[in-house]
């Protein structure tokens, strides 16, 4: 499995920004498929992710702002970032079955 992450961005603080990530490989199912960040002095944390097909899971400091999403004709997962605030800043990963994508920066910033 390869994935491809890419939306990342500079945007003003209350801005919006939506990530992608696409999948390649021996997909079977996009549950599983997670999205994670690491921001500046902090170790990498979970964001969310697709628990089943119809049940998404959100980190504390994101739910109500971020929506997980996915078309699976695509086999891609996206993650709509809403009010978005200086501490969102970082770099922003897709997992999916012990694999990691690249990663793609996003920088909230006036």
């Known amino acids: 499995v390869q994935l491809q992450a890419s939306g990342g961005g500079l945007v003003q603080p209350g801005g919006s920004l939506r990530l992608s990530c696409a999948a390649s490989?021996?997909?079977?199912?996009?549950?599983?498929m997670a999205w994670y960040r690491q921001t500046p002095g902090k170790q990498r944390e979970w964001v969310a992710m697709?628990?089943?097909?119809?049940?998404?899971v959100y980190a504390d400091s994101v739910k109500g702002r971020f929506t997980i999403s996915r078309d699976n004709a695509k086999n891609t997962v996206y993650l709509q970032m809403n009010s978005l605030k200086s501490e969102d800043t970082g770099v922003y990963y897709c997992?999916?079955?012990?694999?990691w994508g690249q990663g793609t920066q996003v920088t909230v910033s006036s």
């Open positions: 997992y999916y079955g012990g694999q």
């Open positions: 490989g021996s997909i079977f199912s996009l549950n599983g």
């Open positions: 697709f628990a089943s097909s119809s049940s998404t």
